[in-house]
């Protein structure tokens, strides 16, 4: 019993992390190589306008100022094109992902209805062993007896939480 909840484990964790990983690949977004040189020449254009600040030069300067301002118009509109190319792309990839765990979910259900996922001493779930148990106790060991639905609950649950705490090594390029 105890191979079946660490197994139920390892599954909702693995879809946890892919859920947590899509979730930070949307937020954090990907620059592109045009992106990256466009930010490059605006902040040269910036810097080289800022150089030139006497009143000779103030024409080079407004120039050059405008030019690093129509870079930026031209990096927002890239960055507005390649944003909506890739919500599209992680909307399905979300979407594939929930069938996905519903299936997984649904297959674990089926597989565990009938048995008990584990068993645990009755002091460790003491206020809260009625809610975890669906059948009752052990009777030859007087353990509380844990179904499938409850602990799909908690493995989802803490799992989502130790992905969220130990995101920092997804982060990593």
Do not use: N
């Given at each position: ?9 390892l ?8 859920d ?11 620059q592109?190589?045009e ?9 040269q254009?910036?810097t080289e306008a800022n150089?030139?600040s ?7 300067a ?6 690093a ?5 031209e990096?927002t ?26 299936l ?33 106790v052990?009777?030859?060991?007087g ?18 939480l ?10 990593r390029?």
């Open positions: 019993m105890a191979l079946a909840a660490i197994f139920v484990l599954i909702v964790s693995a879809l946890q992390l892919v947590r990983y899509l979730d930070l690949a949307k937020k954090r977004g990907s592109s190589d992106q990256i040189k466009l930010r490059l020449e605006i902040k254009l910036m150089q030139l006497t009143p000779s030069t103030f024409a080079q407004a120039k050059l100022k405008r030019l301002v129509a870079k930026e118009k990096l509109k890239i960055q507005e094109q390649d944003t909506k190319g890739q919500q599209s792309l992680y909307d399905k990839y979300g979407k594939i992902l929930l069938v996905t765990k519903l997984v979910y649904a297959l674990l259900v089926l597989w565990f209805w009938r048995t008990p996922v584990t068993t645990v001493p009755r002091h460790l779930l003491h206020p809260f062993g009625k809610m975890f148990s669906l059948r009752g052990d009777s030859a060991t353990h509380v007896v844990v179904g499938i639905l409850p602990w799909l609950l908690l493995t989802s649950r803490v799992s989502k130790l992905c969220q705490k130990f995101s920092f090594v997804l982060l390029p």
